[in-house]
């Protein structure tokens, strides 16, 4: 079959990806693996924008990003798996195309304005206020202008991305039309978000999933740690003595992942052996994570094999990372031509 339209992607690599990592994005991006010409960025440059002043372990993560993708299932037969920073022409297209944005328009960006509001949050925790200033960087303003170099560079039609990313997305394509008008070309296609739903997963402490948040469960946890942190989840808290029948809708991660990783049955068997004190919490967790421990567990064996290849692992991304390349100069020419340029 003829892959006609083009998606493109991409994560920042800031450590080991989570299971909230495979069921929103990576999931979705094994699906489309057959049936779109795919690109896959390991951003290492979006990751700077924050992380200017921690790039210790920057090498390590853009490793193990690929190790979760490739273990995952992410298929470089069948997609491009690339680094951003292997791609010099990525930065070219991102000054060309910081000339036509508007400051305005960045300054505006949601999805950026969160961003700044979280590294606030953090510093003035630690280090005061005056620390703040220094950190939003003029990068870090560029962040949804390199988005969109990153994704018109293949002139991708789709971009999947989750619904905090669509306000980059939406300036990408005030970009792309404002480019297409100026030069009064249609060279570029306007890139559309690709949202599917997908379900939230929390922390094992009922806040949202995150690395920083300590309240995270890796792809690439063991069974004996991930067993370990699902046993520390929150349950319901009426619930003291196993005697005491549970209520399954206070039991805010437990019972929302066996609904994401259980079949019907099993969840149905929980449900009742919950409300009517069959189980107490702890053989009700012990389940679970046997249930999430055999999903995983063909991933997490493939994974271990490959951490044992890293020269392997590193001439995929290299690989991959010379034919988005050859796309991006071919691109580039393109839009230098629109732009009367040499
Ligand atoms: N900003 C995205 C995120 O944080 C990562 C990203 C970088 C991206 N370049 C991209 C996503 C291009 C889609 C398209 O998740
Ligand atoms: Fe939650 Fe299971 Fe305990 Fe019920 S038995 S409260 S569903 S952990």
């Given at each position: 079959m003829h892959k006609q339209e083009r998606i493109m992607s991409g994560m920042r690599p800031t450590g080991k990806l989570h299971l909230g990592h495979y069921m929103g994005v990576l999931k979705n991006w094994l699906s489309f693996q057959d049936d779109y010409e795919c690109f896959f960025a390991i951003a290492d440059w979006h990751a700077l924008t924050t992380k200017f002043d921690d790039t210790a372990g920057m090498k390590q993560n853009i490793i193990d990003v690929a190790l979760d993708w490739l273990a995952c299932g992410i298929n470089p037969e069948k997609s491009v798996i690339y680094l951003q920073s292997f791609i010099p022409e990525t930065a070219e297209l991102h000054l060309l195309l910081s000339m036509i944005t508007p400051q305005n328009w960045v300054e505006r960006d949601?999805?950026?304005?969160?961003?700044?509001?979280?590294?606030?949050?953090?510093?003035?925790?630690?280090?005061?206020?005056?620390?703040?200033?220094?950190?939003?960087?003029?990068?870090?303003?560029?962040?949804?202008?390199?988005?969109?170099?990153?994704?018109?560079?293949?002139?991708?039609?789709?971009?999947?991305?989750?619904?905090?990313?669509?306000?980059?997305?939406?300036?990408s394509r005030d970009i792309v039309r404002r480019f297409n008008h100026l030069y009064k070309t249609a060279?570029?296609?306007?890139?559309?978000?690709?949202?599917?739903?997908?379900?939230?997963?929390?922390?094992?402490?009922?806040?949202?999933?995150g690395k920083s948040y300590n309240n995270d469960i890796k792809i690439s946890d063991s069974e004996e740690i991930t067993t370990k942190k699902i046993m520390q989840a929150i349950t319901d808290r009426s619930r003291i003595k196993k005697t005491d029948p549970g209520h399954p809708e206070l039991c805010e991660v437990v019972c929302p992942y066996y609904e994401i990783f259980a079949d019907e049955e099993t969840v149905k068997k929980q449900r009742y052996n919950c409300e009517n004190a069959v189980w107490g919490c702890a053989e009700c967790k012990r389940e679970l994570a046997s249930i999430i421990n055999s999903q995983f567990g063909e991933i997490r064996q493939k994974r271990l094999e490959l951490e044992k290849t890293p020269d392997y692992v590193r001439e995929i991304i290299k690989s991959g990372s010379e034919r988005a390349r050859i796309k991006s100069a071919e691109f580039l020419r393109e839009i230098k031509n629109s732009m009367n340029l040499y």
């Open positions: 949601t999805t950026l304005k969160d961003m700044v509001k979280m590294l606030r949050g953090n510093i003035e925790e630690t280090e005061g206020a005056q620390a703040y200033s220094g950190l939003v960087s003029y990068g870090l303003l560029g962040y949804p202008v390199l988005q969109t170099a990153d994704i018109i560079q293949f002139n991708a039609s789709l971009v999947p991305v989750g619904k905090d990313q669509l306000a980059h997305l939406e300036i060279l570029i296609k306007e890139p559309q978000p690709k949202l599917t739903e997908t379900p939230l997963l929390k922390g094992i402490d009922g806040q949202k999933m």
